[in-house]
T-cell receptor, first 113, second 109 residues
Framework: TAGITQAPTSQILAAGRSMTLRCTQD?????MYWYRQDLGLGLRLIHY???????GKGEVPDGYSVSRANTDDFPLTLASAVPSQTSVYFC????????????FGEGSRLTVL | GQNIDQPTEMTATEGAIVQINCTYQ??????LFWYQQHAGEAPTFLSY??LDGLEEKGRFSSFLSRSKGYSYLLLKELQMKDSASYLC??????????WGAGTKLIIKP
């Protein structure tokens, strides 16, 4: 059972370079999310999508962009990476038909030097 | 502002019981979640409370008091595999999740 798949698992990136983190789900969930997790802080929402074709900004959207061309895919793009974007990134999805528990991917560890 | 408070770290003994507290101040309330996260892994859903009272699920129970802005997660018969971080999250009036920083639970033999 795949659930949510993220790629890459980890990446080292030079500052100023662009990077796309991929996220694919096979649960047909309407809503998808991108979070970053930093030591000592709670998960922070970057961007979300309630349904295919729509996206919204979360708590920390600056420097990131997303697209939702179809139900399954929700890529996160860093146009010009900066060291403060070093973090662990989690993609998640939820089914609006339940109480909305999140299903998370395994995470992508990004280091920007 | 919105805030979720939980202890940073707790230590307990294998076979014992531990209670992890979570207090919250949010703009509205539409449910409280507990997630478990093992080191280097993704968070996984443990429990959901939207009404006051206790929800029991095997060795884990979660309690909610909306009037006090308070929840706890109770873990019984602790096992070494319960060593993990436990994340409290509240869904606010905009249906956005507000996350606590997590409580790292260390289980000792």
């Amino acid at each position: 059972t795949a659930g949510i798949t993220q790629a890459p698992t980890s990446q080292i990136l030079a500052a100023g370079r662009s990077m796309t983190l991929r996220c694919t789900q096979d649960m047909r969930h309407n809503a998808m999310y991108w979070y970053r997790q930093d030591l000592g802080l709670g998960l922070r929402l970057i961007h979300y999508s309630n349904t295919a074709g729509t996206t919204g900004k979360g708590e920390v959207p600056d420097g990131y962009s997303v697209s939702r061309a179809n139900t399954d895919d929700f890529p996160l793009t860093l146009a010009s990476a900066v060291p403060s974007q070093t973090s662990v990134y989690f993609c998640a999805s939820s089914d609006s038909g339940t109480h909305g528990e999140l299903f998370f991917g395994e995470g992508s560890r990004l280091t920007v030097l | 502002g919105q805030n979720i408070d939980q202890p940073t770290e707790m230590t307990a003994t294998e076979g014992a019981i531990v209670q992890i507290n979570c207090t919250y101040q949010t703009s509205g309330f539409n449910g409280l979640f507990w997630y478990q996260q093992h080191a280097g892994e993704a968070p996984t859903f443990l429990s959901y409370n939207v009404l006051d009272g206790l929800e029991e699920k095997g060795r884990f129970s979660s309690f909610l008091s909306r009037s006090k802005g308070y929840s706890y997660l109770l873990l019984k018969e602790l096992q070494m595999k319960d060593s993990a971080s436990y994340l409290c999250a509240v869904r606010d009036s905009n249906y956005q999740l507000i996350w606590g920083a997590g409580t790292k639970l260390i289980i000792k033999p």
